[in-house]
């Protein structure tokens, strides 16, 4: 069964006393002496959502996660929870928790004893067994006897989200805490942490620069360069329709066509031109009063053979197989190479030197306009 997120805020409230409040950041801004870090920006995180900041190191992901838990005094700008302004409010007296890439576990006490002990400090006579559900609900119930270096990477991180989410937050902070774990681990851990997150309903706000680890997990995503949120949206639809060539490049890869709008077809259809050859597009993905654009097309949209409304012929300069798919460069007559990627489905593979038809319907592309950076955004997310 899927739930909306509205549908899930709905649930978890209705499990609690108390609501999940939304987060408002509003023109919050922060300049180190005369370097601007995070421009002023707006954002609404609705209350019990998983919400991701992504982008490059150094584009003020982390000051910004900062100035919410209170550890960075903002230049400009409020926050706010629900209706309370918590702008002046001290770290402590905030309800935000912050989970790290470094698990900082007391490693003398064991598993238990280290979710218990904000709740005991606090006095609350519940500590016991409330850290005992959290500990069943990330799956460590059998281990909380044990002591912290007894469990490996992805345990340890798992007994760091469970003490950060005890007390129930009214938003959980999380610094790239998946940054230190493999490959494989960390991809275990994205759907573990989107489960837990969508189990308790809290709002959770997760800083990273990997892409792909953003779009599994997040409900929405806020794409950050260079200090402002550059899109805001699902991942289906910042994908989809990337809404700069920045945004468009970062989040997976796209063939950016050099392409001059000719007019509009009887049928609705625009008509552009690339390099002298004629393209369609669908008019809603045109944006106003351009004539200049990049048509962008995602790779695995692509097709070989001439079976689409658009198509372009080229030859295969590079064929990797990479199991469920091959990966193609085809080198266009103007030199520009297109990637494509084909489904192991059965179809011919073609090799290298072939010379082949690519093809596309229109309505798969995506249009910008031709005055932003063609290589915006690539080969940033190599932290
Ligand atoms: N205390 C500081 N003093 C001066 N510059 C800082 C400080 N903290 C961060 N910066 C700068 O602000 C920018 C954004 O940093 P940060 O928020 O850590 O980025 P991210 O988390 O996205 O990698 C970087 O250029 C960084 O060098
Ligand atoms: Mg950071």
């Known amino acids: 069964?899927?739930?909306?997120?509205?549908?899930?805020?709905?649930?978890?409230?209705?499990?609690?006393?108390?609501?999940?409040?939304?987060?408002?950041?509003?023109?919050?801004?922060?300049?180190?002496?005369?370097?601007?870090?995070?421009?002023?920006?707006?954002?609404?995180?609705?209350g019990g959502t998983f919400f991701a900041l992504l982008g490059?190191?150094?584009?003020?992901?982390?000051?910004?996660?900062?100035?919410?838990?209170?550890?960075?005094e903002p230049t400009t700008g409020h926050i706010r929870i629900g209706d309370k302004d918590i702008t002046a409010a001290k770290a402590y007296q905030r309800n935000v928790n912050t989970v790290f890439q470094s698990y900082a576990l007391f490693p003398h006490m064991n598993v238990l004893d280290n979710v218990m002990f904000g709740l005991k400090r606090r006095g609350d006579k519940d500590a016991k067994r409330k850290a005992q559900e959290v500990l069943s609900l990330v799956e460590l119930a059998e281990v909380?006897?044990?002591?912290?270096?007894?469990?490996?990477?992805?345990?340890?991180?798992?007994?760091?989200?469970?003490?950060?989410?005890?007390?129930r937050p009214d938003v959980l902070l999380l610094d790239e805490p998946l940054g230190a774990l493999d490959l494989k681990l960390r991809r275990q851990m994205q759907i573990e942490l989107k489960r837990i997150q969508s189990d308790v309903g809290l709002t959770f706000i997760h800083v990273t620069h990997d892409q792909e680890e953003a779009m599994t997990m997040a409900d929405t995503i806020a794409v950050m360069n260079a200090g402002r949120v550059e899109?805001?949206?699902?991942?289906?639809?910042?994908?989809?329709?990337?809404?700069?060539?920045?945004?468009?490049?970062?989040?997976?890869?796209?063939?950016?066509?050099?392409?001059?709008?000719?007019?509009?077809?009887?049928?609705?259809?625009?008509?552009?031109?690339?390099?002298?050859?004629?393209?369609?597009v669908d008019a809603s993905r045109v944006p106003e009063d351009i004539k200049d654009v990049w048509i962008g097309v995602r790779p695995e949209k692509l097709r070989l053979g001439d079976q689409g409304q658009n198509v372009l012929r080229g030859s295969v300069t590079d064929a990797s197989f990479t199991g469920v798919a091959t990966h193609y460069l085809v080198r266009m007559p103007w030199g520009?190479?297109?990637?494509?990627?084909?489904?192991?489905?059965?179809?011919?593979?073609?090799?290298?030197?072939?010379?082949?038809?690519?093809?596309?319907d229109a309505g798969y592309e995506f249009v910008l306009d031709q005055q932003q950076d063609e290589d915006a955004g690539i080969g940033r997310d190599d932290e």
């Open 1 to 46: 069964m899927t739930t909306t997120p509205a549908e899930r805020t709905a649930t978890s409230t209705e499990r609690r006393t108390g609501v999940t409040e939304d987060l408002h950041l509003v023109d919050l801004g922060k300049e180190f002496e005369a370097f601007t870090a995070v421009h002023p920006l707006n954002l609404t995180v609705p």
């Open 56 to 72: 490059p190191s150094g584009c003020g992901k982390t000051t910004t996660l900062r100035m919410v838990a209170g550890l960075e």
């Open 144 to 167: 909380a006897r044990k002591k912290p270096t007894q469990l490996s990477g992805g345990m340890q991180q798992r007994v760091a989200l469970a003490r950060a989410i005890v007390n």
């Open 231 to 280: 899109q805001l949206g699902d991942p289906a639809a910042l994908y989809e329709r990337p809404a700069t060539t920045f945004v468009a490049n970062f989040l997976g890869q796209s063939n950016l066509l050099e392409g001059t709008l000719t007019g509009t077809r009887p049928d609705g259809l625009v008509t552009a031109q690339v390099h002298g050859h004629e393209v369609l």
């Open 336 to 360: 520009h190479e297109i990637t494509l990627v084909q489904q192991n489905d059965g179809s011919p593979r073609r090799s290298v030197g072939e010379n082949v038809d690519v093809s596309w």
